[in-house]
């Protein structure tokens, strides 16, 4: 295999698992009986282990890179996450915390003092009045509050990247994270015990979501980043809402609405051109 081959099939494999992630969790809050809270437990929890056993068939200890500031930011996501997707379809979830992660790292950027001006200003002015858009009250607007905790997982993954940066080997860091992550999952399942439902079909979907499509996903990526530019990568996750929308339309039967297809257009478009003057 070339390695320009094998560049683009851990690419596209990366992307089918983050968007396979919206997908999992919106099949499982939707067609089974398992809540929230054990969804996000058991994915967190999947995740360790895929990556612990990972990390040590590479000779190296578990808690060895990241930090707990990245694992409470890595919780708060998936928690979020799951919350939400109990009343919201594929698609729209996965436009709204894409679109929050991405403004949520150019609004740092901004604070910093970063400079914005003529398109790239004009592509964040389109990418936020399409989230709005998408928000406004009407028959086709997502539920307010499954909306702002998506959004919450979106700024909360955002911030995630943002700690990243300086986090050294990435599947390291991500499996110190995941590790990490467990007693926050576990404090979750008590606030929830008594009201904790698990049924075989959920706790399927849990495990793949975690250990597949979360786990293995991230080290896909990560295995295909050296070899991207850092525009090119940011530019390629806009296909993940498009994934999403078209795997919940087929795999789901989700409708797509007029103001999600607009806002989806607005959204992912307007941060493209930022993404693309940035570089």
Partial sequence: MSP?????LLTVFAMLAFAGNSLLCRAALRDTTIDAASFTAIRLASGAVVLVILLRLRGRRPLEGGSWPMAAMLFAYAAFFSFAYRELTAATGALL???????TMMGWGLWRGERIAGLRLAGLVVAVAGLAGLLLPGLAAPPPLAAALMLAAGIAWGIYSLLGRGAGEPVAATGGNFLRSVPFAAALILTAFGRETVDHAGLAYAVLSGAVTSGLGYVLWYAALPALAATTAAIIQLSVPAIAALGGAVLLA???TTRLLLSSVAVLGGIALTIRRKG
Wanted: aromatic letters at 6%; zero cysteines.
């Fill in 254 to 256: 989700e409708p797509l």
């Fill in 4 to 8: 320009r081959l094998r560049i683009v």
């Fill in 97 to 103: 915390l894409f679109g929050a992660v991405q403004l």
